[in-house]
């Protein structure tokens, strides 16, 4: 029977779990909202207390043997903005030298920060730029919305001549909640966006706070009358989108607007741990069976199902299979997950540091 702990809910029975927990030899995790908690933080939040708490078993984990990987939407440089000591400013982890899934799934980094995959959206750029900044957008809103290029490690904000203000306070209120500052972050016309086309991983199309459906429902028309992306039915359901060597799905991020976030065809976290399993003796240096029956994910929002081994059926009101081979044996989704797919496909729902520390304490750590 399913047994309570701090309040939370976790599916396997206490000696399950323990079993369970003692097969673990690779965690992986989503930042914002997991690792990092972020705005889930308790009071008070600038303390940063429940970092600090999954930091420390992180570190017992990884002093084992057994790796905790950042599994992020992030570039690589704002990820290890989030990983730094709250008193001191130190790197919690150099995320240069360890193994991390970025940008959903675009860059994937085995042993010692070693590069294994990397996609870019230098074919889909142009066609998406010409759009864009065309004067005959139909959407909602279209100047108050701003585009951002993930790359390894800078962010690209489009900077274009319908561009509002709003739209620019919007870019800018994303680049504070990623801690980023200029020169780590910039602005660029569209023709010197498009020069670092083959730089740019991800491409997040971000709305300002508090956006309502009806502006993501007008983009996803855009998109589609343009022949960029087709949805299932653009104007009336929100959902994810296939183009031309591109995917897209709707994200949340706390503490900003809604975004749609485009990829590379193919890429998600979970096409990235398939990735890393598949030779994991040659990606992370270890012993690991591809399946998932050795390893534990956690995760907070809809874009995390893939890292359960799952994906969106058409229409995104039930999951099935990924397809990649792998079900994670422990599923963690975080307390205050809102997306009901993840919370019902979740083995257990309780902050990141319960689990890891019950996997330690199953291992005698």
């Known amino acids: 029977t399913p047994h309570f702990s701090h309040g939370y809910c976790c599916q396997y029975s206490r000696s399950e779990m323990d079993e369970t927990a003692k097969a673990i030899k690779i965690v992986f995790t989503d930042l914002d909202g997991t690792l990092y908690p972020g705005s889930h933080e308790e009071e008070p939040k600038e303390e940063k207390r429940g970092m600090a708490r999954n930091m420390v078993a992180v570190h017992k984990l990884e002093a084992a043997g057994i790796p905790v990987i950042p599994a992020t939407g992030n570039n ?3 990820a290890q903005k989030k990983l730094l ?20 799934g675009a860059l994937v980094k ?3 920060g070693k590069e294994v995959d990397v996609r870019n959206l230098s074919a889909f750029l142009p066609k998406f730029l010409e759009s864009w900044c065309s004067e005959s957008s139909p959407a909602k809103g279209h100047g108050d919305i701003c585009v951002c290029g993930l790359a390894k490690e800078m962010t690209l904000l489009l900077k274009w001549p319908g561009l509002t203000e709003l ?31 083959d730089d740019v991983l991800s491409l997040p199309i971000l709305t300002p706070e508090g956006s309502g459906k009806e502006v993501l429902l007008a983009l996803q028309e855009k998109f589609q009358e343009h022949g960029l992306l087709h949805f299932d039915d653009a104007a009336g359901k929100l959902s994810n989108g296939e183009g031309d060597g591109v995917v897209c799905k709707h994200v ?19 096409s990235a741990i398939a990735k890393l399993l598949a030779d ?12 998932g029956s050795e390893i534990a ?3 907070d929002a809809g874009n995390d199902v893939e890292l359960f081994g799952m994906r969106r059926a058409r229409g995104g009101e039930a999951l099935e299979p990924l397809g990649l081979g792998y079900r994670p044996v422990i599923r963690g989704a975080m307390p205050w997950a809102s997306d ?8 257990c729902q309780e902050p990141v540091d319960v689990v890891l520390n019950r996997i330690i304490e199953a291992k005698g750590l």
């Open 252 to 270: 949340t991020v706390p503490g900003l607007g809604p975004e749609i976030d485009i990829s590379p065809v193919g890429v998600n976290k979970g």
């Open 76 to 78: 690589v440089f704002i």
């Open 340 to 347: 009901h797919l993840l919370k019902e496909d979740s083995t």
């Open 85 to 104: 000591d709250v008193k001191t400013g130190e790197q919690l982890r150099n995320l240069v030298t360890t193994p991390g899934i970025y940008c959903n």
């Open 110 to 112: 085995g042993a010692g």
């Open 280 to 291: 994991v003796k040659s990606t992370l240096g270890l012993d690991c069976t591809s399946d």
């Open 167 to 197: 739209g620019f306070q919007t870019g800018e209120e994303f680049a504070k909640c990623m801690m980023i500052v200029p020169g780590e972050y910039e602005w660029l016309e569209p023709d010197a966006f498009l020069a670092k086309a």
């Open 297 to 299: 994910v956690f995760g």
